[in-house]
């Protein structure tokens, strides 16, 4: 029987829990409110524009608030998840494409990826997979587009200073969940031997009358 069969008696960061925590969740719809808020805004004072693609990209963006304020945070084991961050990229390209020859606001929400998909993932490979495959789909988009210079340099500055983010943030959390296991573990346990201390066998003695009063199995 391993440790964790009791709850934890530490608080400690998990991203598990903060993939289902329901305020970073609706932080996440927010981003794309505001993307949507500001686009609208630059619609109504801007002329030159491509109004056609921008009607298509904020239509997009809504459906996606709209769809994270009022649905359940997705597990990290899921396909659903991988979703919401490939959706997040597809976004952030999306503008790219509406914005052309420019693209500043979608550029600048592409730092956003690399937090999102080291907070949401547990796997180095994975958040790598999520972060490549933005660079090759906003770099195809810019390069059909047609966007100016001054963008496109931007692009590769920005896809750098995201994967720069998403491995400070995945070190950090890493860090930060192990830290909170090695605590939980020393609180059951002496630290020398490694022998289980009171606490310990108070947790799993209770496990075990709660086991014995389930199933009816002698206990000793």
Same mark, same amino acid.
């Given at each position: #029987?391993?440790?964790?069969?009791?709850?934890?008696?530490?608080?400690?960061?998990?991203?598990?829990?903060?993939?289902?925590?329901?305020?970073?969740?609706?932080a996440?719809?927010?981003?794309?409110?505001?993307?949507?808020?500001?686009?609208?805004?630059?619609? #109504?004072?801007?002329?030159?524009?491509?109004?056609?693609?921008?009607?298509? #990209?904020?239509? &997009?963006?809504?459906? !996606?608030?709209?769809?994270?304020?009022?649905?359940?945070?997705?597990?990290?084991?899921?396909?659903?998840?991988?979703?919401?961050?490939?959706?997040?990229?597809?976004?952030?390209?999306?503008?790219?494409?509406?914005?052309?020859?420019?693209?500043?606001?979608?550029?600048?929400?592409?730092?956003?990826?690399?937090? +999102?998909?080291?907070?949401?993932?547990?796997?180095?490979?994975?958040? !790598?997979?999520?972060?490549?495959?933005?660079?090759?789909?906003?770099?195809?988009?810019?390069?059909?587009?047609?966007?100016?210079?001054?963008?496109?340099?931007?692009?590769?500055?920005?896809?750098?200073?995201?994967?720069v983010?998403?491995?400070? &943030?995945?070190?950090?959390?890493e860090?930060?969940?192990?830290?909170?296991?090695?605590l939980?573990? +020393?609180?059951r346990?002496?630290?020398?031997?490694?022998?289980?201390?009171?606490?310990?066998?108070?947790?799993?003695?209770?496990?075990?009358?709660?086991?014995?009063?389930?199933?009816?199995?002698?206990l000793?």
């Amino acid at each position: #029987m391993s440790d964790t069969t009791s709850a934890p008696m530490i608080r400690h960061v998990s991203r598990r829990e903060l993939t289902q925590n329901r305020l970073v969740w609706l932080a996440t719809g927010g981003m794309y409110a505001l993307i949507a808020a500001v686009t609208i805004g630059v619609v #109504m004072l801007q002329s030159g524009l491509h109004p056609h693609r921008l009607q298509v #990209m904020t239509a &997009c963006v809504v459906i !996606a608030a709209i769809w994270h304020l009022r649905t359940e945070p997705p597990a990290m084991d899921t396909v659903r998840n991988h979703i919401v961050i490939a959706g997040a990229w597809s976004a952030t390209a999306l503008g790219l494409w509406a914005f052309q020859p420019g693209g500043s606001i979608a550029i600048a929400a592409s730092l956003f990826i690399g937090p +999102l998909a080291a907070v949401r993932l547990d796997d180095r490979r994975q958040i !790598a997979a999520h972060i490549l495959a933005y660079a090759v789909f906003a770099t195809l988009v810019g390069v059909i587009g047609k966007v100016d210079a001054s963008t496109s340099i931007t692009i590769i500055l920005i896809m750098l200073g995201s994967t720069v983010l998403a491995f400070s &943030c995945t070190v950090v959390l890493e860090a930060a969940e192990a830290q909170g296991d090695e605590l939980e573990r +020393l609180v059951r346990r002496d630290p020398l031997t490694g022998v289980g201390n009171r606490r310990l066998l108070d947790e799993r003695l209770g496990d075990e009358i709660r086991r014995h009063e389930r199933t009816g199995r002698h206990l000793s």
